[in-house]
DNA sequence: TAGATTGTTAATCGATTAACAATC
DNA sequence: TAGATTGTTAATCGATTAACAATC
């Protein structure tokens, strides 16, 4: 009962084995080795099994594991066999741009709140949601449960948007600003930073000529 | 002169030393020893000081780091000193929100097309940006040197895009759809899956109940 | 049963941390 | 010079890979 937390790294790639699963699900494949599923995702066969048996045995041995049901297991282990309620706070265009994600409700992301503090966005409705003042966030918490809040707000109203959040039982925060927020311990933070992202793609196409610059590296 | 690469691990780190170094030069400290740095961070010294000098001795014995300087050398690093034209391939929700992302422009990326495959879209102007036909982008390659394209665009129309992007020397793919893109050796890619984000995120919420149903983890 | 492939232990590799001599 | 802090080597830790006994 050594319940010891799963490595980050092992985390990570769960989604993808979720999405290659998912796809051997549509072409009606329905079992699969570990050293075939290895080929595929361009990893090994042994990191797959290891990735795998931190949770359970799903294989069978001389037989593989069947698609479905390693599919079904994943699906658990993420979380995406349960409904999570989920608001968005800050509808600028990312913010709009999440509300219209159409593939979320199907993996039970629901989203059932949007809020601004601009005038010229309250009270517009954005995929079906008609957007609330942040003010009524609270209020609007009292009465929901939710699971999940998205930040999509400039990072100095980040700090006082948790706050409220924390007191009402948000268990997640789906950060999009740049800043590093700080969450209580029993709220989970997860932050997409796509300044960052550009910044190591912009390191990468540049690479060769920066080690150039500095040699020895 | 042994130019060997640099760890992913490093390079994901650099935006973020990045950002916390604007923070102290917008804060007019000047000089920061690894330790000080640390702590801000939340990671070691050893840590930060290893990760520097896979570039240069940046520091100072007895002193530290001169905060500008050291700025500037990871701006060099992250290729942010020089401009980068970028193109948003698909203006949906997601593509319309980089468009206006205003920030992107300060750090060299400048966007200086946008194309879409759809009636309603092309011809549209989205921040300063009429929206071209998809058709036409090869020929806009042809005439404007491109160093990054955005992908917005659905899964399954990626491929096709990259073949043309990579015959006219684009040097980088921003990729947003959830495919496992191709490209050739000579392109980079960079892929941001919100999806897979926000099923790490989900995960690390239900983590304790899943522990609990497969024990032994 | 023979063949295949898992689950799992052991070996390797790489990344992080600690320690300290070099030096400002 | 004494104190501070880097750059760098060595030690540790953790993650990946290899190997193989267990077993379908």
Redesign the pocket.
Known sequence: MDNKKI????IK?LPRYYRYLGDLLDNDIQR??????SKRMN???????????NF??????????NVESLYKEIQTILGLDVNHKLIVIGVGNLGSAILNYKSFKNRGFEIIGAFDNSEEIIGKTIADKEVQDIKNLSQFLDKNKVDIAVLTIPSDACDKIIDILSVNGVRGVWNFSNSEIEVPSYMMQESVRLSDSLMTLSYRINEEEILKKYPRG
């Open positions: 490595s980050l790294a092992v790639r699969i080795s570990s050293v075939e599923l990893i090994t066969a042994s990191q797959i099994r290891q990735d795998f048996n359970g045995c799903f294989g069978i041995q001389g037989y593989g594991y």
